[in-house]
């Protein structure tokens, strides 16, 4: 079964809304790296920000089994924030 988790991010970085972990909410996660260090929040931004939505694919702790998995999710500029979607593959 996949599952999606939604989440709201402003255009530099900081959490607004997650539908799965409130403490993330007021966050600034700009500098967050993957497994393999790629600042994928600020990826999302430069997509957002270049073409208005779009899939970034990273690597994450899936909370389900605790491997880092491939993560994709899909972001689109919604007025001045960020609207995503992150399942695992």
Do not use: R
């Amino acid at each position: 079964m996949m599952t999606c988790t939604f989440f709201v991010t402003d255009m530099s970085g900081k959490m607004q809304a997650h539908g799965t972990n409130p403490k993330l909410v007021g966050k600034d996660l700009i500098s967050l790296k993957d497994a393999d260090g790629k600042f994928f929040v600020k990826s999302y931004i430069e997509l957002v920000k270049s073409k208005g939505s779009g899939w970034v694919d990273y690597k994450w702790i899936n909370p389900s089994n605790s491997a880092i998995q491939t993560k994709s999710t899909y972001v689109e500029k919604v007025d001045d924030l960020i609207v995503g979607c992150g399942i695992y593959k």
